[in-house]
């Protein structure tokens, strides 16, 4: 699969490469933006566009999900590129994006692919969803993480129904 640079391509969008301060679970990070001087200064809130991870009260998926997402953001020194699509944020403030490593390896489909969280999408933010939807059939097809025996039992979005936030 080719892919462009999307250190590049945040770039010429206007995006600033961001540090990962805080992974909160699989699909949800905090990142510090806004550099002056080299010095970050704001933070925020983002959550990976086209992906679901398990909540952290679904054991053992909930911790295995978020502990794959800080795996893969420590192997850049915790510096990613965020890349925004249609609608910026969601109905809690978050920020939306695609999270892109300095390797460029797309963070949101790598969960996918490597069974730590579900296809998910809400338009018009679906910039990549061919590809996440293949990572998800790549992973269900090889039997990772919670498509493999032991897997994810219910879907996060399913889980969320039956335990409401109060």
Same mark, same amino acid.
């Given at each position: 699969?080719?892919? @462009? ?11 600033? @490469? ?9 699909? @949800?990070?905090?990142?510090? @933006? ?114 493999? !025996?032991?897997?994810?039992?219910? !879907? ?11």
């Amino acid at each position: 699969m080719i892919v @462009t640079s999307p250190l590049a391509e945040t770039a010429e969008a206007g995006q600033k @490469t961001c540090r990962v301060i805080r992974v909160y679970d699989g699909d @949800t990070i905090a990142v510090q @933006t806004g550099g002056f001087a080299g010095f970050f200064t704001k933070e925020e809130k983002v959550r990976l566009i086209g992906i679901d991870a398990p909540e952290m009260r679904q054991e053992p998926w909930g911790r295995r999900s978020k502990r794959r997402l800080k795996e893969l953001i420590s192997r850049t020194d915790s510096t990613v590129a965020l890349q925004s699509d249609v609608e910026p944020r969601d109905k809690y403030g978050r920020l939306l994006a695609y999270v892109w490593d300095k390797k460029g390896q797309l963070l949101n489909e790598k969960m996918i692919e490597d069974g730590y969280a579900l296809l998910y999408t809400f338009p018009p933010n679906v910039r990549y969803v061919e590809r996440l939807r293949q990572a998800e059939e790549r992973a269900r097809i090889a039997r990772k993480g919670i498509w493999g !025996k032991g897997g994810l039992r219910k !879907k996060p979005s399913q889980w969320r129904r039956e335990h409401p936030r109060r």
